[in-house]
Nanobody
């Protein structure tokens, strides 16, 4: 089992920046892909960004050029640097991780979420 705990959410003005962190614990020796999802009230959960164990990343079109996903495997921590924030970025952001398995598709663990509110 892996436990994921997000932190860093809060209230920020449009155009501001915020960095989310996700600390992984438990059976962290075998974590493959990680990523961030977000969900606004009444909306479907959507992928924000994902990163492989080797550091290859991809992003939703809506956040490209503004968000950066990274990971520090030595610290078992995932990050999401969010810049030029917009009101439409307001959502609960969830950290996720895929356990080691074959085939390696699909995520197995999610954090409890951290609220990001972008408002003036």
């Amino acid at each position: 089992q892996v436990q994921l705990v997000e932190s860093g959410g809060g209230l920020v003005q449009p155009g501001g920046s915020l960095r989310l962190s996700c600390a992984a614990s438990g059976d962290t020796i075998c974590i493959a892909d990680m990523g961030w999802d977000r969900q606004a009230p009444g909306k479907e959960r959507e992928l924000v960004a994902a990163i492989t164990g080797g550091g290859s990343s991809n992003y939703a079109d809506s956040v490209k050029g503004r968000f950066t996903i990274s990971r520090d495997n030595a610290k078992n921590t995932l990050y999401l640097e969010m810049n030029s924030l917009k009101p439409e970025d307001t959502a609960v952001y969830y950290c996720k991780a895929a356990g080691c398995k074959w085939p390696p598709q699909g995520y197995d663990y999610w954090g409890q979420g951290t609220q990001v509110t972008v408002s003036s």
